[in-house]
């Protein structure tokens, strides 16, 4: 069975910096692109950035690029997000999910139970 | 803003058959593929490429396309299809893009 675990939900503050991370499991880790969507409160889905773990290559969405850094420990299954310095707009649900790249398609097949990330002083 | 545009709202009376429509330049290349979201869940894939759906999707679920327009298709719509849609597809750098969402309500 496929599963993506997502590391739980934080409460950080703004400035500080935050790594949230999604296990794979019951598939070749390597062979499929991890992507990560931001969901604010009460919006839509985000494409923030992709990670190919067999090859480490990485997109980031323009409007994401900058602010947040994708990797993967391929040695154990694992993607990562990170910030280094929080702010309150980045208050909202984080998903991972397995991403499937063709010449004609994209699509998220499986995805991750989600991260929430709230953000206060 | 999004590359992908969607209705923000569409309703269905019970048992009767809805069309969900995304529009984008890229879709004239590529095909699209759909999510349902429900409230405090993850999304779920149910349509993706020409037409094919992950195992467990009904088949009331179904997916075309014309010119820069993808469609999702409900035939007999169902109270537990009550959902947030989103289309997805690629631009042509090969990155995903998504669709702002559709809130379908079911009467």
């Known amino acids: 069975e496929v599963q993506l675990v997502q590391s739980g939900a934080e409460v950080k503050k703004p400035g500080e910096s935050l790594k949230i991370s999604c296990k794979g499991s019951?598939?070749?880790?390597?062979?499929?692109?991890i992507g990560w969507v931001r969901q604010m409160p009460g919006k839509g889905l985000e494409w923030m950035g992709i990670i190919y773990p067999g090859d480490s290559d990485t997109r980031y969405s323009p409007s994401f690029q900058g602010q947040v850094t994708i990797s993967a420990d391929k040695s154990i299954s694992t993607a990562y997000l990170q910030w280094s310095s929080l702010k309150a707009s980045d208050t909202a649900m984080y998903y991972c999910?397995?991403?499937?790249?063709?010449?004609?398609?994209?699509?998220?097949?499986?995805w991750g139970q989600g991260t929430l990330v709230t953000v206060s002083s | 803003s999004s590359e992908l545009t969607q209705d923000p709202a569409v309703s269905v009376a019970l048992g009767q058959t809805v069309r969900i429509t995304c529009q984008g330049d890229?879709?004239?290349?590529?095909?699209a593929s759909w999510y349902q979201q429900k409230p405090g869940q993850a999304p779920v894939l149910v349509i993706y490429?020409?037409?094919n759906r992950p195992s467990g999707i009904p088949d009331r679920f179904s997916g075309s396309s014309s010119g820069n327009t993808a469609s999702l298709t409900i035939t007999g719509a169902q109270a537990e299809d009550e959902a947030d849609y989103y289309c997805n597809s690629r631009d042509s750098s090969g990155n995903p893009q998504f669709g702002g969402g559709t809130k379908l309500t079911v009467l």
């Open positions: 999910a397995s991403g499937v790249s063709s010449p004609y398609v994209w699509y998220f097949d499986y």
């Open positions: 890229s879709l004239r290349s590529y095909y």
């Open positions: 019951g598939y070749s880790f390597t062979s499929y692109w």
């Open positions: 490429g020409k037409n």
